[in-house]
């Protein structure tokens, strides 16, 4: 396969091949060889140079870019504007009429999981800040679910409760009571607060314990089935965990059921739904169009998952106002898979070595000591940082790219030092791999943008802040880091490549690949706490809103793409169907 001559657009006229090159796709690291690996010869550059590189197979792209592409903003704005204001007007409403405290929190809990949050910040904060102010009701009565539904809504909007209102439903061992094993809602709500935990907290520790320990045992054919519903899905995965416009979808539906459901909050639901889709499917045509055009959907070394990157995007930060921030970091988390592939799949050792000085150093002079597909590669990132830095400048006033410039230096320098242990054999220990693979997982360059991509108060303090990592963006890379090794390990080990954490763990402590899971399973949810003490501490500089939910919702999206397998790596239908709900199919407005 010819390198796409989009892509030699991006090499120097002095250095692109007079015709078209041989077979330049295939797979990595020539010096230490998987049994199974598949070969294929591969001219390298203009001089046709071969070298036997391994293939990992990747599946093809499951969308038809063609579908993609034609996609528009096909739900009329225009017809639904009258209609979306006064409903919203009247859900306004809703806030200033008399209810006491529980259903306060049960109204905001339910437009939030709506996916309507966004549109009542202000109505929200003020209600939660008199909540909290006057908490003696709720904090003094014996309502399990009362009590869970303040503690995880407070401690969502950045209010420290403390784990103390949990202690008067305990016993004197120190454990729950047993009474409260047969009260459903309290389970279910204690079971959702426990994931707003700080590590630390054991009161809050035991409450995940028995919470779920007891819904578990729950024989759900006794119990209504709209609970049971509830349940299921909170086992599946708790609200915290989950990216809003998953949530969103599913619980319209559910709402749609209940007989107190307010009919234009619902119907708000399904219209906000609507056009903000109307909006996300502009924008992926818009990505589709720049891929094709770039020619990378024709690069078979690597994954093609456009429109799975665009999703990851779009749950870290939907609301329909950051149009460039997804649509440019869209662009990055491609850069990020097309480099990494690289390293993972096509180069030799010393083509890498010499990548990563380039890419380090910043500098194309003498970049036709690359590769040509090497060379087209990174000459396709490092134009795409400067049009992002460029678009910063202008918009901003900030110049961004020596910090950019950074994270990819110490991106590519996490990834040759994976290299270099696969090559040289090394088994490193899970500490030492997960020190080094919180870099190389590409989260960081994403977290870096998703500052200065969405803030309107963009300081240097800020960005000088954010590029020193903070701990929410180091929790959160760790978190998909984590992930993504509990689900691709298998699948990647099978191909030749890298050790991953269950590996390393595994190597390490003989342990079971069973016990392995467990294990990284716990350390996800120790990174979790360690993240919402995060949140809680670092909304130091003005904008930084959308920047802390940006990191919390990657970790979200990595909880939901790897939960049933590689989505990512693999593409297959779980992805298909969130994409398809997410993105693509409209909610029925009857």
Request: charged content about 25%.
């Amino acid at each position: 396969m010819a390198l796409p001559a989009s892509l030699t657009n991006f090499l120097p006229s002095s250095i692109r091949p007079s015709q078209p090159s041989r077979s330049l796709f295939g797979r990595p690291r020539s010096a230490a060889v998987s049994p199974g690996a598949r070969f294929t010869r591969c001219a390298l550059n203009v001089e046709d140079q071969d070298v036997a590189r391994r293939s990992a197979n990747w599946k093809p792209s499951v969308w038809d870019y063609g579908f993609v592409q034609s996609l528009d903003a096909d739900f009329a704005v225009d017809k639904y504007t009258e209609q979306v204001h006064r409903l919203k007007e009247e859900v306004k409403g809703q806030f200033h009429r008399e209810m006491n405290q529980v259903a306060e929190l049960e109204f905001i809990d339910v437009v939030q999981r709506l996916g309507l949050g966004y549109h009542f910040e202000t109505e929200i904060k003020n209600a939660l800040i008199s909540i909290y102010n006057n908490t003696e009701d709720v904090q003094l009565s014996d309502d399990l679910y009362a009590a869970s539904l303040l503690f995880r809504l407070l401690r969502q909007h950045g209010y420290n409760v403390p784990q103390d209102v949990f202690q008067r439903f305990m016993n004197k061992t120190g454990t729950f009571d047993e009474s409260f094993k047969k009260d459903v809602k309290g389970l279910l709500g204690l079971y959702e607060a426990s994931f707003h935990g700080l590590e630390g907290e054991t009161i809050v520790d035991e409450a995940w314990n028995f919470a779920s320990k007891h819904l578990k045992d729950l024989n759900l054919d006794e119990v209504p089935a709209n609970v049971a519903s509830h349940v299921s899905h909170a086992l599946d995965m708790p609200i915290h965990w989950r990216p809003n416009r998953l949530e969103a979808r599913w619980f319209m539906h559910m709402y749609g059921k209940q007989q107190d459901r307010i009919p234009s909050l619902l119907r708000l639901a399904k219209l906000d739904f609507n056009l903000v889709q109307s909006i996300h499917k502009k924008e992926v045509s818009n990505m589709a169009r720049w891929w094709v055009e770039l020619g990378a959907n024709k690069m078979t070394f690597c994954r093609d998952r456009l429109v799975e990157h665009y999703f990851w995007c779009c749950a870290m930060v939907f609301e329909p106002q950051y149009t460039d921030f997804r649509e440019m970091t869209t662009k990055l988390t491609n850069m990020v898979t097309l480099i990494d592939d690289i390293y993972d799949v096509y180069g030799t050792l010393e083509e890498l070595e010499l990548l990563t000085d380039f890419i380090v150093r910043w500098d194309i002079t003498d970049i036709d000591k690359l590769p040509l597909t090497i060379r087209a590669c990174f000459l396709a990132l490092y134009n795409t940082t400067n049009e992002i830095g460029y678009w910063t400048i202008r918009e901003r006033g900030i110049n961004p790219i020596p910090y950019m410039r950074k994270v990819w230096a110490d991106e590519c320098k996490a990834y040759i030092k994976e290299a270099r242990w696969y090559n040289n054999g090394i088994k490193p220990t899970l500490k030492e791999y997960m020190d080094n693979a919180v870099d190389s997982v590409g989260g960081m360059i994403v977290l870096l943008g998703s500052y200065f991509l969405t803030t309107d108060k963009l300081t240097e303090e800020g960005l000088d802040y954010v590029s020193k990592i903070p701990s929410l963006m180091h929790c959160s890379s760790k978190i998909l880091r984590l992930n993504n090794d509990l689900s691709t390990s298998s699948y990647e080990l099978a191909q030749g490549d890298n050790f991953k954490a269950l590996k390393c763990y595994m190597n390490e402590t003989g342990a079971s690949e069973e016990a392995a899971q467990e294990h990284i399973r716990h350390l996800v949810r120790e990174t979790w706490k360690r993240m919402n003490r995060a949140v809680f501490e670092n909304n130091l500089y003005p904008g930084f809103g959308p920047f802390l939910n940006a990191g919390l919702n990657l970790a979200r999206a990595s909880q939901c793409f790897c939960q049933y397998g590689d989505e990512h790596g693999l593409s297959d239908h779980e992805t298909k169907v969130h994409i398809m709900s997410a993105l693509f199919e409209p909610v029925p407005l009857d």
